[in-house]
């Protein structure tokens, strides 16, 4: 009986892919798929990685006509802002990122009025219109590089409080972290007593972990990067173990790109149900029926667009 099920539910998955296939092939998209996707996502998209690699990587596909954006809504919200013109889909309408609801427009306009003279700096990790609020975005992989070019010893940073702590840790200057807590309720899963304790059974493992991860994890780790970071250090280091401190979706790509070293999630919990709202079958129907498209009214496309270009101009 079980046999039966799986050769069922792999035929079935069969199918949905090369539907998915011709269906891509007749309406001249692309799919892009974040790395915290499902694995039979990732595996169906035309490129794999962070938001913004993959936004810049989509302003490529100029034959392109459709943006299948497998992630949650502020990396689809970019898609649109840096490739206007273009239909940008995405698969579930929930897909939502709960560190990007936690800092709002109006919120960033009372900070800015308080300290009026202190430039604000946003993780991309927020939504169009809060973006279209600040001086420059950066992503986990640039924030240190972008702090450093701003001209000023104070900073206005947001959401993600953990990275905010990074920063001024990495940074000479004074962070302040806008809201006071804002944070990724997958990342602060991981304790530092999963690393530890998994560093004590694979003494030679390397931890390498994100820097929304709380202060005292990042502390225990022997390298702190954004995804795509991690993906390279994995690739070059000649270490055979990894220990993995992010969303779960990241060591598929990892084992893909590394059949010969071995990587170990800290924690087995840390999934991000909004990432993995979006299923093959949502694909599916979304790229189908085209529904599901992000519009971003083009007056905060246009200053979104800004503080996004701002950040390439640094890295
Ligand atoms: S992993 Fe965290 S930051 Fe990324 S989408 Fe999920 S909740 Fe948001």
């Known amino acids: 009986m079980v046999r039966v099920f799986l050769n069922e539910t792999r035929g079935e998955s069969m ?8 269906l891509k092939r007749e309406k001249k998209a692309v799919i892009l798929a974040h790395n915290y996707q499902r694995p039979e996502v990732q595996d169906i998209a035309d490129y794999v990685g ?7 990587r989509a302003r490529e596909e100029r034959d392109a006509e459709i943006i299948l954006f497998s ?8 898609a649109v802002i840096l490739n206007p013109g273009k239909k940008v889909l995405l698969p579930s309408q929930g897909a939502r990122c709960p560190m990007a609801q936690m800092l709002r427009a109006d919120e960033v306009r009372r900070w800015k009025k308080k300290y009026p003279k202190v430039p604000v700096l946003l993780y991309v990790n927020t939504l169009a219109e809060v973006k279209a609020e600040c001086d420059i975005c950066c992503t986990s992989a640039n924030a240190v590089a972008v702090a450093n070019a701003l001209d ?3 900073i206005l940073f947001g959401p993600d409080h953990n990275l905010a702590l990074y920063l001024q840790k990495k940074t000479n200057k004074k962070i302040i972290p806008i809201p006071e807590n804002g944070f990724c309720p997958t990342h602060v899963l991981f304790q530092k007593g999963d690393i530890l304790l998994l560093k004590d059974e694979h003494p030679d493992a390397v931890a390498i972990v994100h820097p929304e991860c709380t202060p005292d994890v990042q502390e225990v780790a022997d390298y702190i990067g954004s995804t795509s970071q ?11 173990k990894f220990i993995i401190g992010t969303e779960s979706g990241l060591v598929h790509r990892l084992k893909k790109e590394n059949p010969s070293k071995e990587f170990m999630l800290a924690y087995d919990g840390a999934v991000c149900p909004n990432m993995k709202l979006n299923t093959l079958e949502r694909v599916h129907s979304a790229l189908k029926e085209e529904r599901h498209q992000v519009n971003v009214p083009e007056r905060i496309a246009d200053k979104a667009r800004k503080a996004l270009e701002a950040m390439f101009t640094v890295t």
């Open 15 to 22: 199918n949905l892919t090369d539907e998915i296939m011709k």
């Open 50 to 56: 962070d938001s913004i690699e993959l936004s810049k």
């Open 71 to 78: 992630a949650v809504d502020f990396m689809a919200e970019s």
């Open 152 to 154: 000023s010893d104070t």
């Open 230 to 240: 991690m993906c390279t250090y994995a690739k070059e280091l000649p270490a055979k």
